[in-house]
């Protein structure tokens, strides 16, 4: 099979034991920076392009697509996807998975055990989210953030309630962009 790796860097680690695994399966294996893609978007012959040239044919691609570069990379994949490639994470899997409200949804409808979260918009709605999940101490987290960033514990309902409106009061100040909360109850 010819496969590609959409990685931004050939020399990550994790990019690396792919590229080793499939040449020792017989696999041809390209890694490729998805940032320096891009697209030809027709109806007759989508191609991806890259460094000046259209990109060969490829059975399958592997997606290593960071948060940072989510919607650009997500779309990289779907012009794979247009060009019947097959891929082991698809761009809707992808945008979805870096949805963590959409995610919660998902596993919730398809029964997978959750703690009882909320979700609120507004800092005004707070103390009866915090009152259906439970009641504190609550985790509450940020739906934009990765790897921890954005998650604080309200051990009492005033903490959270302080917590939410210095966010709050953050993202109308400052422009950051605190979308919204959602509470987690322990």
């Known amino acids: 099979m010819k496969i590609a790796i959409l990685s931004r860097n050939k020399k990550l680690y994790s990019t690396q034991r792919l590229v080793e695994a499939a040449i020792e399966r017989g696999h041809e294996v390209d890694v490729i920076d998805t940032l320096h893609c891009y697209m030809d978007i027709t109806r007759s012959k989508p191609t991806v392009r890259y460094h000046g ?18 919607f650009y990379g997500s779309a990289v994949v779907r012009q794979f996807e247009m060009m019947g490639t097959f891929t082991i ?20 409808r398809d029964g ?4 009882r979260t909320g979700y609120a918009r507004k800092a005004d709605n707070i103390k009866d989210v915090i009152k259906n999940v439970g009641g504190a101490p609550v985790v509450i987290k940020l739906l934009e953030g990765t790897q921890g960033i ?3 514990l309200g051990e009492t309902p005033k903490a959270a309630e302080s917590i939410i409106e210095y966010k709050s009061l953050l993202k109308r100040q400052a422009e ?3 979308v919204a909360l959602l509470l987690v109850a322990r």
């Open 150 to 152: 954005g998650v604080v």
């Open 53 to 70: 040239e259209a990109l060969p044919r490829y059975d399958a691609i592997i997606p290593r697509i960071g948060a940072s570069i989510t």
């Open 112 to 115: 997978v055990g959750l703690p």
């Open 89 to 108: 994470n698809g761009s809707q899997s992808i945008c979805r998975s870096r949805d963590k409200l959409r995610s919660l949804q998902i596993l919730s």
């Open 176 to 178: 950051l962009i605190f």
